[in-house]
Structure formats: C-alpha cells, structure tokens
C-alpha cells in the first residue's frame, strides 16, 4: 500500500514547528474545502468538544503518574489522538483569528516569569 503525503512527511519530521503544522492544517483544509467552515466560533466550539474527549480519557483514573507507567500501549496511543486534535484545533483557531500562537505563548511565558518571581520558598509552602 503506498503513504499518503502525510504518512510520507512522518518519516522525515523528527520536530515540527506550530508553523510547520499551520501550514499543514491550512493545505488540509483547502484541498477539501472545508475553509467555509473553519470560523473562529466552530473551531473554538470543536476545540471544546476535542477538550471533553481529552477529559474523558481521565474522567476515573484518579491521579496518574507521570510518564503514565500503568498504561496501556492503546490508552497511550488513545491519548496521543486526542491530545493532537486539541493541538491541531488550537492551532487552527488561533490562524484563523490572526494570531501567531507560538510567540503568544513565548510572551505568555515572560509575563508569568514576572507575575511568579523565583523565589526560595519550596512550592509546597504557596498558598495555591
């Protein structure tokens, strides 16, 4: 059976940029018309049903650990498709509205450096 084009890109890209899959997401879409849907409120309100499936995932697990060493390879690869369609909703909704959502985060990050200082406290000892 032959790749298609994306299966093929999978094979070079070892790390992609949120530009790199804008441009996917946007190419996607074109080709199947489906731009005359993609208005910020209908990706935001699939962003929302794609979060719900996300949450689902977790909904009676109680904590987990980290690195999730009590899964299964198929709960791992489940969680991986909804994480992704999360991310590429994101991506699309934030294009869409104009915005470049990877230098959005970089400048989110620098105001949460100054709005949370270093400090030498331990982070059990904040009041959350």
Known sequence: ????????????VKDVSLKELRDRLEEFARV?????????RNLLLALVGE?????????WKG????GLPNWSLEEKRH?????SDVL?????LANVCGLDLGQAALTKMVKN????????????????
């Open 63 to 66: 904590e987990v650990e980290k």
């Open 32 to 40: 199947r018309g489906w731009e005359q849907y993609h208005s910020p």
């Open 113 to 128: 450096a100054q709005k949370y200082p270093i400090s030498n406290q331990s982070p059990s000892s904040h009041d959350y």
């Open 79 to 83: 969680l991986e498709d909804e994480l």
């Open 51 to 59: 979060v719900g499936e996300l949450s689902e995932i977790f909904q």
């Open 1 to 12: 059976m032959e790749k298609s084009q994306y299966e093929s890109c999978l094979d070079m």
């Open 88 to 92: 590429l909703y994101l991506i699309q």
